[in-house]
């Protein structure tokens, strides 16, 4: 036992607080990024989405040379519907669930009781992680376009615009903050992944029959269907003017809500 | 210093922590003894800012503990040593408290040292950590920061006798240095052997506070109790009866609500032979169980 190590702590019946200073916010930045890949679960959910946007874009590969389809780099970008805009909003859920279902919540706002810095930080790190993603599939898509080009001579063209390359960051990011708000509503990984999946594709069939069976409810759509008004951004048409106004509205419905609900409940709840 | 200062917190109808006011002195390790459920835990949990008080407040040398910049590195917290995520290693938990609050990583390495954890050790995952080994690491990562308090809830939980022993030397080591300790136990045992100073709650209210002495001078409403074991018990059962004393019996001998001069007295009054005379010093176990008696789960007997 070395004693130095235990040096005497400070005396007296008040705390000194001159000689501390807040934690600064880079420094819960770089600890909850450590978090997401410090244990093996997280690491490996990190790896598997990587993994998995390599493997479908190698299958799309395939298809296209055997079946002498017409593809470009925008269409292997758009196969990352089923890999990373799949798996990060998992991770964006895991950001803030593991801390609840690990109980970890209690060191960790025992150490910031200023919970609003740490729901801040772990909000900077999903960003930073997808934007990682986005990095990790323009670079693959690179790799299997220049693949393509040459091994067929159809299609390979390099048609991603830079509008185009904000979309897609625009998308996998609203990915990551939904289920980061959906998380904070719950507190609850699975629950909350349950309800990401429901959002994400029960919810769109329930949209289409709602539509095709009521008619006013066709025209309400386009307002509250999160998911259908960002299909512009990927489907190549560019988003108009009303498009970003349907964007803004189901966006408020089903992000801003439950981010804003969910926030409020991470500060004020009792963390067990 | 640990100020509680009228402190409430209710669950709907249910109080789990009554309007209770306390101070934990620097330099003096302050034991916080309940039965399950008594309130400690959530009192505890209000002073580190997890759970709001319904009304009171816990001021930690004179500040909340919201207000204090960087807490870890004044206010050390085990609140419970299995909260921790069961896929990192001890280390990992460890670093990333050091990485929070800004230390060294030799800091880490030092703490391991302190709480007896091998690097072997240090890198297995949580999840298959021993009680006792969650324990040591909670102490460590309570430790990390070189906090001037220390709150820590059910530390000797899981611990082996030489653990706990161990961290009795550990903490009393501490206060001595001018660290303000609170621990809290169920255990009597525990607590009796560390505290200089014990809080004594039950059902959300203390019901005692003060030194052992203090505290068994104040026992059962000031009576004392003896054991006595006579040649003839009933003679001198007959005797302390007509002086108007409570007498049982008590295995082979009598159990007799007086100080021992008043049976020895007696005795010699009614030339009865005494082979056994001695105070009853079921001592604080006994005002323990009194005072909680209320809130226990099991009758007494």
Redesign the interface.
């Known amino acids: 036992?070395?004693m130095n190590?235990?040096?005497?702590?400070?005396?007296?019946?008040?705390?000194d607080?001159s000689g501390?200073?807040?934690?600064?916010f880079s420094?819960?930045v770089?600890?909850e990024l450590?978090?997401t890949w410090?244990?093996?679960?997280?690491l490996w959910l990190l790896i598997c989405t990587a993994l998995l946007t390599a493997a479908v874009m190698v299958i799309q590969l395939a298809v296209v040379v055997v079946q002498d389809l017409v593809v470009s780099y925008n269409d292997f970008l758009t196969s990352t519907n089923f890999s990373i805009g799949l798996l990060l909003p998992v991770i964006g859920i895991l950001l803030v669930t593991?801390e609840w279902s690990?109980?970890?919540a209690?060191?960790t706002?025992?150490?910031?009781?200023?919970r609003g810095r740490v729901i801040l930080a772990k909000l900077v790190v999903g960003l930073l992680l997808g934007i990682a993603a986005v990095v990790i599939a323009l670079g693959l898509a690179a790799i299997c376009n220049l693949l393509l080009n040459g091994m067929s001579d159809l299609g390979g063209a390099w048609d991603l615009s830079l509008e185009q390359t904000a979309y897609f960051v625009l998308l996998q990011e609203i990915g990551m903050l939904t289920g980061f708000a959906f998380a904070a509503l719950l507190l609850n990984s699975p629950a909350a992944i349950v309800l990401y999946m429901v959002y994400q594709f029960v919810l769109p069939t329930i949209f289409g029959i709602g539509g095709a069976l009521i008619g006013w409810f066709e025209d309400l759509k386009p307002w509250i269907d999160f998911g259908a008004s960002q299909t512009p951004m990927f489907d190549g048409t560019g988003m108009t003017g009303e498009d970003w106004a349907h964007f803004a509205v189901s966006g408020f419905i089903w992000l801003v809500i439950p981010l804003v609900i969910g926030v409020r409940r991470v500060l004020?709840a009792?963390?067990k | 210093?640990i100020t509680v200062e009228r402190l409430t917190r209710k669950y709907g109808a249910f109080t789990a922590v009554d309007d209770i006011s306390f101070v934990c002195q620097?330099?003096r390790v302050t034991g916080f003894l309940g039965p399950n459920g008594a309130g400690k835990t959530t009192t505890m949990?209000v002073m580190?800012?997890?759970?709001?008080p319904t009304s009171g407040s816990v001021t930690?040398?004179?500040?909340h503990?919201?207000d204090?910049?960087?807490?870890?590195?004044?206010v050390g917290?085990l609140?419970?040593a299995?909260?921790?995520?069961?896929?990192?290693s001890g280390r990992?938990v460890l670093e990333?408290?050091a990485?929070?609050?800004?230390l060294p990583k030799t800091?880490v390495d030092?703490?391991l040292?302190?709480v007896s954890l091998t690097p072997q050790e240090a890198k297995r995952r949580l999840r298959n950590y021993s009680l006792g080994m969650k324990q040591r690491l909670g102490i460590a990562?309570a430790?990390l920061g070189?906090?001037?308090?220390l709150i820590l809830d059910e530390p000797a939980n899981g611990l082996d006798p030489a653990g706990i022993r161990w961290m009795r030397g550990l903490l009393r080591?501490?206060a001595e240095?001018?660290?303000t300790v609170l621990l809290s136990s169920h255990l009597l045992h525990e607590v009796e052997q560390i505290a200089d100073e014990m809080i004594l709650i039950g059902h959300g209210k203390i019901v005692a506070q003060g030194d052992k002495k203090s505290l068994l001078a104040g026992a059962a409403g000031g009576g004392a109790s003896s054991f006595v074991t006579a040649l003839d018990n009933e003679a001198l059962a007959a005797a302390l009866k007509a002086k108007g004393l409570t007498v049982a019996s008590a295995g082979d001998g009598l159990r007799v609500e007086a100080e021992t001069v008043e049976i020895g007295r007696t005795a010699l009054e009614s030339n009865v032979v005494l082979t056994d005379l001695r105070p009853a010093d079921g001592g604080l176990e006994d005002l323990f169980l009194e005072l909680t008696s209320e809130t226990q789960r099991e009758g007494l007997a």
């Open positions: 036992m070395s190590s235990m040096a005497a702590p400070g005396l007296g019946h008040a705390l607080l501390t200073s807040p934690t600064p420094r819960l770089r600890t450590r978090k410090d244990t093996r679960a997280g593991s690990q109980r970890t209690m060191v706002f025992s150490l910031e009781p200023h004020t009792e963390v | 210093m620097p330099g949990r580190v800012g997890l759970t709001p930690i040398g004179g500040h503990y919201h204090i910049p960087n807490p870890g590195r004044h917290v609140l419970d299995s909260a921790q995520h069961g896929g990192r990992e990333l408290g990485m929070t609050m800004g800091r030092e703490m040292e302190l990562h430790l070189d906090p001037s308090v080591g501490y240095r001018g660290g």
